[in-house]
């Protein structure tokens, strides 16, 4: 069975560049488009995509406000479409807090050269997503799970950190407090 993508980016132009890549794929294909966040909740009702990915900047609501609201209502595996998620930044670490499987950036006007690194990366990830499980979080969002800012208390999701499963954080213990003997 093919895992079925919905895509949601303002831009006609990158919906359909990520559309022709990944109806190219033998197991994958595009359930429907959404050009923001409030026609995709309409379209995830009805398609019941496997995968989303996600832009950030976005009319009529931010990427991030929507993927944190996704993953209290109806987990889901996201990947992160955007000129803002790059590697190491404040936006990409916060979407892999809220939830999302991973990111890549959209391509570069340079993308004749690397168009099948692009296309391998892209559908790497939206393979990988496709195999998660996603449960609600028990807390109100899995960003609230930590609760103070320090970089120490910086929680990825499991896939990432190669963690077991559960969720670990310096906070919690402290929060909690040391085993006691």
């Given amino acids: ?81 955007s000129s803002l998620t790059e590697r190491h930044s404040a936006v990409t670490l916060q979407a892999l807090e809220l939830g999302a499987f991973d990111f890549v950036t959209k391509p570069k006007i340079d993308i004749c050269n690397s168009f099948q690194d692009y296309t391998d990366e892209l559908t790497d990830k939206i393979r990988g997503a ?16 930590i609760e103070s800012k320090n970089s120490a208390d910086v929680v990825l999701p499991a896939h990432h950190a190669g963690l077991p499963p559960r969720k670990r954080s310096l906070s919690s213990v402290l929060r909690r407090g040391a085993p006691r003997h």
Avoid: W, Y
């Fill in 1 to 81: 069975m093919a895992i079925k993508v919905l895509i949601i980016d303002d831009s006609a132009l990158i919906r359909s560049l990520l559309s022709d890549i990944i109806n190219r794929q033998p197991d994958m294909e595009v359930a429907g488009t959404a050009p923001d966040p409030l026609v995709a909740r309409e379209k995830i009702r009805a398609l019941n995509p496997d995968v989303l990915t996600l832009d950030v900047e976005m009319p009529r609501m931010d990427g991030l406000v929507f993927l944190e609201r996704l993953m209290r209502l109806r987990p889901t595996p996201v990947i992160m479409v």
């Fill in 130 to 145: 496709a195999r998660c499980r996603l449960h609600r979080p028990l807390r109100d969002t899995v960003a609230r799970t």
